[in-house]
Nanobody, 122 residues
Framework: QVTLVESGGGLVQAGGSLRLSCAASGRTFSTYIAGWFRQAPGKEREFVTAIDRSEIGPSYADSVKGRFTISRDNAKNTVFLQMNSLKPEDTAVYYC???????????????WGQGTQVTVSS
């Protein structure tokens, strides 16, 4: 069992930065793929980025490439999402998720956090 708790969301102006954190419980979390998803009002949840245990070759949605960076600290069971050059269209609830490594970045993801709101003003 893995429990995920996101933090770090908030209100920021366009062009600004935020760093989201996802704290995980469960001794096997370091072996899982960790991902970030987001859901804007009236839209479906979409993939943002994911990373495996080795941190080699993370995957990013085209909309965030070059602006967002995912990383993880396996010793602290924490995953981070550094978001730079934020745009109003990045406004959404951001969710952390975890999937067994054998499923790859496409998942499906078994565990989800409660989400953290990110609002980017123009």
């Amino acid at each position: 069992q893995v429990t995920l708790v996101e933090s770090g969301g908030g209100l920021v102006q366009a062009g600004g930065s935020l760093r989201l954190s996802c704290a995980a419980s469960g001794r096997t979390f370091s072996t899982y793929i960790a991902g970030w998803f987001r859901q804007a009002p009236g839209k479906e949840r979409e993939f943002v980025t994911a990373i495996d245990r080795s941190e080699i070759g993370p995957s990013y949605a085209d909309s965030v490439k070059g602006r967002f960076t995912i990383s993880r600290d396996n010793a602290k069971n924490t995953v981070f999402l550094q978001m730079n050059s934020l745009k109003p269209e990045d406004t959404a609830v951001y969710y952390c998720a975890a999937a067994p490594a054998y499923r790859g970045y496409c998942g499906p993801y078994d565990y989800w956090g409660q989400g953290t709101q990110v609002t980017v003003s123009s």
